[in-house]
T-cell receptor, first 117, second 113 residues
Framework: AQTVTQSQPEMSVQEAETVTLSCTYD???????LFWYKQPPSRQMILVIRQEAYKQQNATENRFSVNFQKAAKSFSLKISDSQLGDTAMYFC??????????????FGTGTRLTIIP | DAGVIQSPRHEVTEMGQEVTLRCKPISGHNSLFWYRQTMMRGLELLIY????????DSGMPEDRFSAKMPNASFSTLKIQPSEPRDSAVYFC???????????FGQGTRLTVV
């Protein structure tokens, strides 16, 4: 079974600063996918960024980037130029592929990020 | 597309009553997931379907919980009888193979008193 660990329950940072959220995982799979989801106070789960394990290049989406270290089983999220709208719970998630359809997501416990004006 | 639609958004019920949560996945998606979110346990998978067939229901807490997907555009999660410890936010999500991203509904906040 896969496990996902987020060791930072809460973080806060000043607006416009950079913040890094940590995530480690444990799996015996060689091919899998990793995700960061954002859950603002509205409760909606929103995909922020994803990484395919077979890709060495770290994924980036505008101000969001990841540092994927496959050997260390580490998958951190960096938010640059943080904005007030980035205030949310952030969940790291793991998924292994299936032949038909998609497999379930295994989530970490989340990091509550607060951007301070 | 309107996204994944869940109903109701909020449900308050008395202990012992039957509760039915509903989900309409995004048209064309062939995988549907039910997750539960609590402060104590975080986000956990209850059950998921591929092509309307249940694949993994190992997360269903006990026999009081049941889920159905009678067709590709509708799923239900039923709790009978409900208990206070079932209070949580229940999310439905859908995805399409090759797309990877799971799209979540707004969730149903269930309170059992």
């Amino acid at each position: 079974a896969q496990t996902v660990t987020q060791s930072q329950p809460e973080m806060s940072v000043q607006e416009a600063e950079t913040v890094t959220l940590s995530c480690t995982y444990d799996t015996s799979e060689s091919n899998y996918y990793l995700f960061w989801y954002k859950q603002p106070p509205s409760r909606q789960m929103i995909l922020v960024i994803r990484q395919e394990a077979y890709k060495q290049q770290n994924a980036t989406e505008n101000r969001f980037s990841v540092n994927f270290q496959k050997a260390a089983k580490s998958f951190s999220l960096k938010i640059s130029d943080s904005q007030l709208g980035d205030t949310a719970m952030y969940f790291c998630a793991f998924m292994k592929p299936r032949a038909f359809g998609n497999e379930k997501l295994t989530f970490g416990t989340g990091t509550r990020l607060t951007i301070i004006p | 597309d309107a996204g994944v639609i869940q109903s109701p958004r909020h449900e308050v019920t008395e202990m012992g009553q039957e509760v039915t949560l509903r989900c309409k996945p995004i048209s064309g998606h062939n995988s549907l997931f039910w997750y539960r979110q609590t402060m104590m346990r975080g986000l956990e998978l209850l059950i998921y379907f591929n092509n309307n067939v249940p694949i993994d229901d190992s997360g269903m807490p006990e026999d009081r919980f049941s889920a159905k997907m009678p067709n590709a555009s509708f799923s239900t999660l039923k709790i009978q009888p409900s208990e206070p410890r079932d209070s949580a936010v229940y999310f439905c999500a859908s995805s399409f193979k090759g797309q990877l991203e799971a799209f979540f509904g707004q969730g149903t906040r269930l309170t059992v008193v």
